[in-house]
T-cell receptor, first 110, second 117 residues
Framework: DAKTTQPNSMESNEEEPVHLPCNHS???????IHWYRQLPSQGPEYVIH???SNVNNRMASLAIAEDRKSSTLILHRATLRDAAVYYC???????????FGQGTRLTINP | GAVVSQHPSWVICKSGTSVKIECRSL??????MFWYRQFPKQSLMLMAT?????????EQGVEKDKFLINHASLTLSTLTVTSAHPEDSSFYIC?????????????FGPGTRLTVT
């Protein structure tokens, strides 16, 4: 599986935008970029995924670099409930298995 | 969205006993479910892939005789930790994918915290 690299931790303030980076320089053409997050003492939850184009949903936006070697998860207006560990994961097309890295621990300051 | 439940949410057992954890997809059928283990301050580690009607596929280093997985129906997978020891104390999480949407999102259960005394 292609690997991803994320900062160990990030901090932001409530009601401000947050940009969470992910590097995946060895991504293949059929790898999907998935983001999940895990709130304390809970199972992970799906956030968003994309292949080549930028994606938006009610939770976040995903900006994918033109060469697909990096991506950024954007939380447009962070709340305290967005404090979690965010995981960027590559999934080969047709595969279902998720391999979690260390993720980015996001702290939101009130 | 799809909902996955786990039972129990926490369990305490004595060393040497066995514990069964259930994972259910509540509003969809899941031919494939996954079991993860998570130690404090660490990431999730995939233990095995549970396939309905067939044997589970275990990740390297996971003892299949210790962690028994049964996926008897399209909505239920169970993980039994046999002869539990304190080092098996962990947070166990299951997930399921919607069939036919490979590469799409997975739905996770809330996790089961196991403490072995």
């Amino acid at each position: 599986d292609a690997k991803t690299t994320q900062p160990n931790s990030m901090e932001s303030n409530e009601e401000e935008p947050v940009h969470l980076p992910c590097n995946h320089s060895t991504i293949s053409g059929t790898d999907y970029i998935h983001w999940y997050r895990q709130l304390p003492s809970q199972g992970p939850e799906y956030v968003i995924h994309g292949l080549t184009s930028n994606v938006n949903n009610r939770m976040a936006s995903l900006a994918i670099a033109e060469d697909r070697k990096s991506s950024t998860l954007i939380l447009h207006r962070a709340t305290l409930r967005d404090a979690a560990v965010y995981y960027c994961i590559l999934i080969f097309q047709g595969a279902q298995k998720l391999v979690f890295g260390q993720g980015t621990r996001l702290t939101i300051n009130p | 969205g799809a909902v996955v439940s786990q039972h129990p949410s926490w369990v305490i057992c004595k060393s040497g006993t066995s514990v069964k954890i259930e994972c259910r997809s509540l509003d969809f059928q899941a031919t494939t479910m996954f079991w993860y283990r998570q130690f404090p301050k660490q990431s999730l580690m995939l233990m095995a892939t549970s396939n309905e009607g067939s044997k589970a596929t275990y990740e390297q280093g996971v003892e299949k005789d210790k962690f028994l997985i049964n996926h008897a129906s399209l909505t239920l997978s169970t993980l039994t930790v046999t002869s539990a020891h304190p080092e098996d104390s962990s947070f166990y999480i299951c997930s399921a994918s919607l069939p036919g949407l490979a590469g799409s999102e997975q739905y996770f259960g809330p996790g089961t915290r196991l403490t072995v005394t």
